[in-house]
Nanobody, 120 residues
Framework: QAQLVESGGGLVQAGGSLRLSCAAS????????MGWYRQAPGKQRELVAA???????KYTDSVKGRFTISRDNAKNWVYLQMNSLRPEDTAVYYC??????????????WGQGTQVTVSS
């Protein structure tokens, strides 16, 4: 059964770094776009970063220059390197698998999420 499993969340001080990892099982990885979403308490889930199977990336404006998404197609892993973290980055982060059409992404499979907490 296809599934996504995130790891790497935790508590970090503002200005610190974390790297999130997502392991993809089954046949969901190689041809799919992958992404990271986040949802803070009381807020809607937002797309943080996405990457196509060919390596094209997309970021939400608030994380540009601080976060980097990457993927290892041989090992079926996707990563989110988060630097210069801010308290407003606090959220549950979700890995997602889906498809890209031009600059638009649609996701249909989600992980369980990992908590990231940034203290001020």
């Amino acid at each position: 059964q296809a599934q996504l499993v995130e790891s790497g969340g935790g508590l970090v001080q503002a200005g610190g770094s974390l790297r999130l990892s997502c392991a993809a099982s089954g046949s969901i990885f190689s041809d799919n776009a992958m992404g990271w979403y986040r949802q803070a308490p009381g807020k809607q889930r937002e797309l943080v970063a996405a990457i196509t199977s060919g390596g094209t990336t997309k970021y939400t404006d608030s994380v540009k220059g601080r976060f980097t998404i990457s993927r290892d197609n041989a090992k079926n892993w996707v990563y989110l390197q988060m630097n210069s973290l801010r308290p407003e980055d606090t959220a549950v982060y979700y890995c997602a698998a889906g498809h890209a059409s031009g600059s638009e992404y649609s996701f249909h499979l989600w992980g369980q999420g990992t908590q990231v907490t940034v203290s001020s």
